[in-house]
């Protein structure tokens, strides 16, 4: 059977939070004439910062570009498949939409998008300084259908003051992760050390490769999900436990989406969480008395090294309902390379979806930059790369499982047994 785990470095990739000029400019300055026309996009919101001022200064360039306007639209993460779906069976979708990397091949093979590699292979270099991975992600049937935006990985975030009050180093291994968790507890009762959200796909998967487990693997044209393999059932047994067993979470999170983790981190209630390398500009921004208090840390595999963490990130797609797709593509040209490239990636901390742009942080020092970029060169991974796994997505197969097991209805045998059997079925619809 054919792995699934995707290290960036296999993907030609060199990595980097985006802190570097990307490659173009910012956008051509002429092509389609937009006078009186107006562009409708979609952008997911949950966990980034708060991008209205980014999204004003691209709207502001494009009409002095074009002529043409840009009304923005911001579309919460947790909503936006059902939306999706729901506007493309309507024929009511935007010109333009933010959609993330496993569902751009999925609406690609609803006859939803507008394929774009005419316009990529016409910008001088810009089909080769694409992030691969990205690139991958976005392509369905040989045909490019999303532009790569931007890319994020998940690691540790931890409270730095805490940690050094108590004379604690970052987790290297699961059982560091326990044994901080349960002087935090000791310490601060009225700290959660760290919570597992039960609505939070993504924060599941690096305990299952951690351990050795698969999410599910393809032999020819059949899908079969490992998450009741034993090695899988070990890494969320120890994620369960963290709340189940040693008390480090909350019965309230069992519901919790990342949004809702974040937010109790940002009260001041959580010592340590899995979150994305795009949240400590938000935490701060959203509490800047935890400027100076945060810290990160790769997420350790059981024995230590780096456990694989879920490459996320998002395309720019133009969908085949537009009058104006020419208008379109400058669009996206504008907002994913040159300088306003730079400025997405400098104010969110993501990493950029062209490959001139992902150089110098690797050399970073900065103690909420360089883990970042180590876990998504030597630990960036992706889920079972079909359309299907956004039908997995939409069903909530991991997080059903998840709270299946925090609400103490199921034990983790029959709760992945459950979800494998849900999932390998899905897969191979």
């Known amino acids: 059977m054919k792995k699934r785990i995707l290290p960036l470095v296999a993907l030609g990739v060199t990595a980097t939070l985006g802190l570097a000029a990307c490659s173009g400019d910012s956008g051509n300055g002429g092509g389609a004439d937009g006078e009186g026309k107006t562009l409708t996009v979609w952008i997911m919101q949950g966990t980034n910062p708060d991008s209205t001022a980014f999204l004003d200064e691209v709207a502001a360039e494009f009409k002095d570009q074009t002529?043409?306007?840009?009304?923005?639209?911001?579309?919460?993460?947790?909503?936006?498949?059902?939306?999706?779906?729901?506007?493309?069976?309507?024929?009511?979708t935007p010109d333009?939409?933010?959609?993330?990397?496993?569902?751009?091949?999925?609406?690609?093979?609803?006859?939803?998008?507008l394929p774009i590699d005419e316009y990529v292979d016409g910008e001088d270099g810009l089909r080769d300084d694409l992030v691969e991975g990205l690139e991958v992600a976005g392509?369905?049937?040989?045909?490019?259908?999303?532009?790569?935006?931007?890319?994020?990985?998940?690691?540790?975030?931890?409270?730095?003051?805490?940690?050094?009050?108590?004379?604690?180093?970052?987790p290297k291994t699961w059982d560091d992760i326990i044994a901080a968790g349960e002087a935090i507890k000791a310490a601060h009762p009225e700290i959660m050390p760290f919570p597992v959200p039960g609505d939070a796909e993504f924060q599941v998967y690096p305990w299952v490769w951690g351990a050795g487990g698969e999410i599910a693997t393809q032999d020819g044209?059949?899908?079969?999900?490992?998450?009741?393999?034993a090695e899988s059932q070990e890494g969320i047994q120890f994620y369960t436990d963290l709340a189940t067993k040693h008390g480090f979470s909350s019965a309230g999170a069992t519901t919790w989406k990342e949004t809702d983790l974040r937010d109790a981190f940002v009260a001041g209630n959580v010592a340590m969480m899995l979150s994305g390398s795009w949240t400590p500009n938000a935490i701060i921004e959203a509490n800047p008395d935890l400027e100076g208090k945060l810290g990160a840390a790769v997420i350790p595999g059981k024995d230590g090294g780096i456990a694989p963490s879920v490459l996320g990130g998002?395309?720019?797609?133009?969908f085949n309902n537009t009058e104006n797709a020419d208008l379109a593509w400058q669009l996206v040209e504008l907002m994913t390379t040159g300088e306003f490239a730079e400025k997405w990636a400098d104010e969110t901390g993501y990493f950029p979806g062209v490959q001139s742009a992902m150089e110098e942080a690797l050399a970073s020092t900065d103690p909420l930059v360089a883990p970042f970029a180590q876990q998504m060169v030597e630990g960036g991974a992706s889920v079972p790369v079909t359309?299907?796994?956004?039908?997995?997505?939409?069903?909530?197969?991991?997080?059903?499982m998840m709270q299946s097991i925090l609400s103490g209805q199921k034990d983790v045998a029959t709760a992945t047994e459950d979800a494998a059997a849900e999932m390998t079925e899905l897969l191979n619809q």
């Open 67 to 92: 002529g043409a306007d840009v009304e923005f639209e911001e579309v919460q993460w947790a909503d936006a498949h059902d939306r999706f779906v729901t506007s493309i069976a309507g024929g009511t």
């Open 96 to 113: 333009i939409a933010e959609t993330g990397t496993t569902w751009t091949a999925e609406f690609a093979d609803a006859g939803a998008l």
């Open 139 to 170: 392509t369905y049937e040989e045909e490019l259908y999303g532009m790569p935006w931007y890319a994020g990985v998940r690691s540790i975030i931890y409270r730095a003051d805490i940690f050094e009050e108590l004379g604690l180093e970052a």
């Open 221 to 229: 044209e059949t899908w079969t999900s490992e998450l009741d393999s």
């Open 314 to 318: 998002s395309h720019l797609s133009i």
């Open 387 to 400: 359309p299907n796994f956004g039908a997995v997505q939409a069903k909530k197969t991991t997080n059903a």
